[in-house]
């Protein structure tokens, strides 16, 4: 029967084993990753969805130009030996019941603290704030039943979130993690927002706080860095913050408010603080220079 199903392309064959409905065979690759990685726990039920594969199933964004799917099917297991399967790759490690939960479908995958710290335990700090910002973001959502902006801010929950993810430091031995957790803010946004706080503080400049509330008569207004000592600003502009030409009327309308008054604006793009960072970091030091 199953023979004559493949044969006539109303199933899949995604393993050994583990077959699939065709016409339930997603068409997005991240989801395509996804169905790969959940049909190789089904054929290792011991096994856990992990790594680049579990950052897939959260949204973790990738700290670099890839894609966590580009790879593949990632899981990790405890104890016995490593297997891997073509389209498939194996970690041995230790799985503590709290770095272990269920993703939308029930199917055993890493926690997003657990799952970050897999995947950061080697980078350098401004590539793991990518992260463990968005998974401490993750968790303090977790916290409460509708998180609201200020949720990601409060100094509870940031810590609690610290704590879940020093804990998965902890069980991975991965104490190098130490200071990127402590610099981990689940306000942040966006994966360029992480990268600029993390070559920030390699150079040592004056830590901002990030999207503090500033009200206008325009409209209330949260940039992504400020220093409030300087009244300076700092905006990271990516390729889709501004997608709407109505929000970018409005953005220049509550930036020429802001400036009669005194307050002082610097900008950098995505792309430049993943490819040339320390020209950011450069701009960023001579506004800090000049509004001081």
């Not at 498939?88 to 490690?93: N, V």
């Amino acid at each position: 029967m199953l023979k004559t199903h493949l044969a006539h392309g109303a199933l899949m064959r995604l393993r050994p084993n583990v077959y699939l409905a065709a016409w339930v065979w997603p068409s997005d690759p991240r989801d395509q990753h996804i169905v790969l990685a959940r049909a190789e726990q089904v054929a290792r039920p011991s096994a856990v969805i992990s790594h680049a594969s579990a950052a897939a199933v959260w949204g973790l964004p990738h700290p670099g130009f890839g894609c966590w799917w580009d790879g593949p099917a990632t899981l990790t297991q405890e104890g016995g030996q490593r297997t891997r399967y073509r389209g498939t790759k194996s970690h041995l490690g230790r799985l503590p019941q709290q770095d272990v939960t269920r993703d939308a479908a029930g199917y055993l995958v890493t926690t997003p603290a657990r799952t970050a710290i897999d995947l950061a335990a080697h980078l350098p700090l401004p590539q793991a704030l990518v992260l463990l910002d968005a998974a401490s973001r993750l968790v303090c959502a977790g916290f409460v039943p509708s998180p609201r902006r200020k949720d990601y801010r409060n100094p509870r929950l940031v810590e609690a979130a610290r704590r879940e993810l020093s804990a998965a430091a902890t069980t991975v031995k991965c104490r190098t993690l130490d200071r990127a957790i402590a610099h981990s803010e689940p306000c942040r946004e966006s994966a360029i927002e992480s990268l600029s706080a993390g070559y920030f503080a390699l150079a040592n400049l004056p830590t901002p706080v990030f999207q503090e509330r500033i009200r206008t008569p325009l409209g209330e207004f949260f940039p992504d860095c400020y220093w409030p000592e300087i009244r300076l600003i700092g905006e990271a502009d990516g390729a889709t913050k501004y997608a709407d030409p109505a929000t970018i009327v409005r953005e220049k309308e509550r930036e020429q408010y802001l400036r009669d008054r005194g307050y002082r604006f610097v900008r950098w793009l995505g792309k430049e603080i993943m490819a040339r960072p320390a020209e950011v970091v450069e701009r960023v030091a001579r506004s800090l220079d000049v509004a001081g």
